[in-house]
């Protein structure tokens, strides 16, 4: 649980209250956290957390943030690791099943795995807290340390999909109805943080991430180990394989706290997966997520007045050119091939 949802809210980092300089000269936005509250108090419906907050939904939407900050390596390893081992693995010689692939749109995935480096955030939109009780200052999810997971494609497609965006209000969000297996004890899920850089994004839009590393999870000969032992007691009889490969990557050692996420998330995933796979229950996915963005109060009115700055324009015509002269080339040998 984060510290900041069981203790008093004293402050009011309301949408908009500008961040804070700190005399190391880093900015947030400051949260001074207060007396404890009840157990029995829930943040979002008790105004007791936070007495100033603008309205309940602004209220819950700080819980949310709260409560998705951190254990990103974690959350993506857990995933990354449950379908290298469910749909790259050859299937048990007495199983009937066929092995599935990820694909996107036309182009199978050639590898996949975990990338490191700078999300692009606004002090505004970062956390810093203060304890009142015990006099301690920290800083909250550091977005120079940040990680994601990177698909390519055989045509060397690059696509973003990070989990970890949320606590820095870049709010969207995917529902998670549709993809609940009602025979797998999967529980039901809120609406999940989900950020995916497709092709149209790469095209259209600013670039949020600045990659300073990556690791393949794919073609790491020490996962194709560890994914091919059997899940026992909830986890794979040894963790030490996936640990050493995090923690290679991490910029710190894990925590105690951490490898037991880990532990815990493989096994519910790959668990969930096998069943998803087994059943193909996938094929009745949507076509596309349903996807939403969890607003500020007034913030779709500020981005229609928004207008792309001169270099972002410059930026998109010069890859609209880059495009059609491309297109143009393939088109052209095409028909030269032809001739």
């Known amino acids: 649980?984060?510290?900041?949802?069981?203790?008093?809210?004293?402050?009011?980092?309301?949408?908009?209250?500008?961040?804070?300089?700190?005399?190391?000269?880093?900015?947030?936005?400051?949260?001074?956290?207060?007396?404890?509250?009840?157990?029995?108090?829930?943040?979002?419906?008790?105004?007791?957390?936070?007495?100033?907050?603008?309205?309940?939904?602004?209220?819950?939407?700080?819980?949310?943030?709260?409560?998705?900050?951190?254990?990103?390596?974690?959350?993506?390893?857990?995933?990354?690791?449950?379908?290298?081992?469910?749909?790259?693995?050859?299937?048990?010689?007495?199983?009937?099943?066929?092995?599935?692939?990820?694909?996107?749109?036309?182009?199978?995935?050639?590898?996949?795995?975990?990338?490191?480096?700078?999300?692009?955030?606004?002090?505004?939109?970062?956390?810093?807290?203060?304890?009142?009780?015990?006099?301690?200052?920290?800083?909250?999810?550091?977005?120079?340390?940040?990680y994601w997971i990177y698909f390519t494609t055989l045509k060397g497609e690059e696509l973003v999909l990070d989990f970890g965006l949320f606590t820095f209000n870049y709010c969207t969000i995917i529902s998670a109805e549709p993809y609940i297996h009602p025979d797998a004890n999967m529980v039901p899920a809120p609406p999940s943080p989900c950020y995916f850089r497709n092709r149209s994004m790469a095209r259209?839009?600013?670039?949020?991430?600045?990659?300073?590393?990556?690791?393949?999870v794919l073609r790491n000969k020490n996962l194709h180990r560890f994914v091919e032992q059997e899940l026992i007691n909830e986890c794979p009889h040894d963790c030490s394989i996936l640990f050493d490969f995090m923690e290679s990557f991490s910029s710190r050692p894990l925590t105690v706290e951490e490898k037991?996420?880990?532990?815990?998330?493989?096994?519910?995933?790959?668990?969930?997966?096998?069943?998803?796979?087994?059943?193909?229950?996938?094929?009745n996915w949507p076509a596309e997520p349903a996807l939403a963005i969890e607003q500020d109060p007034g913030e779709m009115a500020a981005l229609d007045k928004w207008t792309p700055p001169k270099d972002m324009k410059k930026k998109r015509k010069s890859k609209k050119r880059e495009y059609n002269k491309e297109t143009i080339g393939k088109v052209f040998n095409r028909w030269e091939n032809r001739v």
């Not at 190391?24 to 007791?48: C, F, M, R, Y």
């Open 204 to 216: 259209n839009a600013p670039t949020l991430h600045t990659e300073t590393g990556r690791m393949s």
């Open 1 to 146: 649980m984060h510290p900041a949802i069981t203790r008093q809210i004293m402050n009011t980092p309301n949408p908009y209250v500008p961040e804070m300089t700190f005399p190391d000269g880093t900015s947030a936005k400051l949260v001074v956290l207060g007396k404890e509250i009840g157990s029995t108090v829930h943040p979002v419906l008790n105004n007791e957390w936070w007495p100033t907050a603008l309205s309940d939904q602004v209220r819950g939407k700080l819980v949310r943030r709260f409560l998705r900050e951190g254990h990103i390596l974690p959350l993506i390893s857990a995933v990354l690791v449950a379908l290298l081992g469910e749909m790259y693995t050859s299937p048990d010689g007495n199983s009937s099943l066929r092995r599935s692939r990820l694909n996107y749109k036309s182009s199978p995935i050639a590898d996949f795995g975990i990338a490191r480096g700078r999300a692009s955030v606004t002090p505004q939109d970062m956390f810093a807290f203060w304890d009142t009780l015990t006099d301690q200052f920290w800083l909250g999810q550091d977005p120079k340390d940040h």
């Open 260 to 283: 037991k996420m880990t532990e815990a998330w493989v096994f519910w995933n790959t668990k969930w997966l096998r069943c998803i796979l087994s059943t193909r229950h996938w094929v």
